[in-house]
């Protein structure tokens, strides 16, 4: 029951970085607008920049789901790697990049994605962390 439950919680976190690039690039997209700087140059504003990294970080979080689900023994490395990228993505839209701070911005919602999506890996990568037998999932 364990194997299969590993195996269903890596699936959920390919399920999570796929829905927040398909947030980021479709349905939830950031902010188009440009910011005007004093000089009159326009530059994308910091919304643009969160979901680039976004987009960076959901990629490595799906291949390395893939890679952990079609690992025939030893997969927990990919769970750290998976665990440290959730914690990224979540600084990312928090602190790091962060976006808009209007509420009224439609990047409001690619951050909620991003969250989301950042707390479903994180939590899955911990579970299976701490539960099955010497990281196995038998092929």
Known sequence: MKTTMNKVMIALQALAAAALLGAVKIWAPVCGKMLELVSGKEVPMKCHWAGQAAIAVSIIILVTAVMALLAKKEYKGFMIVNAV??????????????????????????????????????????????SGKEGQVPG
């Open 85 to 130: 990228a959730a914690a990224m993505l979540f600084l990312i839209f928090t602190s790091l990049i962060g976006v808009c701070a209007s509420a009224e911005m439609r990047c409001q919602a690619t951050k909620l994605w991003g969250i989301g999506a950042a707390a479903i890996v994180f939590a899955t990568a911990l579970i299976n962390l701490i």
